[in-house]
Structures are given as C-alpha cells and as structure tokens.
C-alpha cells in the first residue's frame, strides 16, 4: 500500500460570524496516498480553501481529526514535506524571482549558494530562467502564478496542495499552468491535490472530491 501523507476523519471547520457559526466543512472523512492526483471541486465558498488549509497544517479543525502519518507533526509540515500553492498573489515584492524561490529552502536552513543553485535548476525546468532577476510586479499573472509553482516545488516536496491555482487566469494561460503542475510530479510519488472550480481542470485529474457547502462526496 503507499504511504499515507494525509489522514482525515470526521473533519470539520466552523467559524464565528459574530454570534453566528458558519459551517465551512463538516464530517470530510478521506485521505490522500503517494502519488495521488486529486481534484477538489466545488463553487465558490464551498469549502474547497479551508479542505485545503487544513490539509496543510494552515489551520486547525474545530470537529474531527487530521493526521499526516508519513510527514510527521503539523509544525514540520511546510515547507519540507508539503508544497502550496494560494489562489491569490503570494510572491513577496521585494525578493526577486529567483529569492521568492529559494526562501523555502533558507528558511530551512539550506546553505544560500546551494538554495540559489536548486532555485536556479527548478526555474530552468519550467521554463522560468529568463525572468530570475525580475520582480514580481514586473510579472504577468501567468508568470507570477509559475513561480508559485516553482516555490512550491523547489523542496521537493511529498505533497502539493494548489488552491485555485489557475482561477485569476484566461484558458490558455490556465491550461499552461496546469500543464506545468502536472510535469512537476510525472513519474514520482508525489501526491497532488488542486482545488478548483474549472471542470476541463478538474477532468484532468484521475479522482474527484465534490464539496457543497462543506459537505464532501468522492468520486
């Protein structure tokens, strides 16, 4: 059997809107394997993000229980074993490309000429060397989101976790980024888990986890 990167029973996730709980998930029960290709899909705000955030140790579950059993504690999760991926801009102004990359592995405490050399390989392989020296407000959304991507893949990691990775992007551009996502774990045990809510992305994926206001059904 492979390994188990991440154990979910009984989840759920509730938050205070004043005096009113608001249900983001409730009773989620799953669990993603090495090498797994899994979609998240659903509408907006129907728990596909908190799924996501709990899954990588971004937040806690105020019902149920998660486990990362062949990851080990929550608060060595990232960015050594889980990659992510946000919806929205995450690369931070001042660094340049090839800084915004390399940070997972500094703040590891990787040597910084061997950071930048691993930074450097992983932008050549997407085809991202020529922009290292850029800024990202020198970026398109496309190349932006790219780099997100590298980030994410620069520690090698177990699992990826990509939340609306390809949502603020036009179809072609969106359907690159994907392609790129999926290069990054051919042939390995990497596990990947996209939420979206794109079916022609979702259909790339050999299994699907529909969520409607945080109820979930795998398929």
């Known amino acids: 059997m492979p390994e188990t990167f991440v154990d979910c029973h009984n989840l759920g996730r509730t938050y205070q809107h004043g ?5 983001a998930l409730a009773g989620v029960t799953v669990t993603v394997h090495a090498g797994d290709r899994i979609a ?9 993000s908190t799924l996501l955030q709990l899954m990588g140790g971004l937040d806690l579950p ?15 999760l990232r960015p050594r074993h889980i990659g992510y991926v946000f919806q929205t801009q995450s690369l931070l102004p001042p660094l340049t ?15 910084m000429d061997v ?6 390989k992983v932008l050549g392989e997407l085809d991202l060397a020529g922009i290292a020296d850029k800024l990202p407000e020198e970026l398109s959304g496309g190349q932006a989101q790219r780099v997100a991507v590298a980030r994410a893949f620069v520690g090698r990691p ?13 179809h072609p551009t969106a ?24 079916v022609a992305i979702a259909k790339r994926l050999p299994v699907q986890w529909h969520i409607t206001h945080g109820h979930l059904e795998v398929t």
């Open 19 to 23: 005096k009113t709980p608001i249900i």
């Open 40 to 48: 998240v899909v659903g509408q907006s705000g129907g728990g596909k």
């Open 62 to 76: 105020t019902e149920g229980e998660i486990a990362w059993p062949a990851l080990g504690p929550r608060d060595m």
């Open 97 to 111: 490309v090839v800084e915004n990359v390399e940070l997972p592995l500094v703040l590891e405490g990787e040597r």
């Open 115 to 120: 950071a930048r050399a691993r930074a450097l």
């Open 158 to 170: 177990q699992l990826i976790l990509a939340d609306e990775p390809t949502g603020q992007l036009d």
């Open 175 to 198: 359907q690159h980024l994907f392609d790129v996502l999926l290069a990054s774990v051919a042939g390995g045990e990497t596990a990947l888990v996209v939420a979206t809510h794109d």
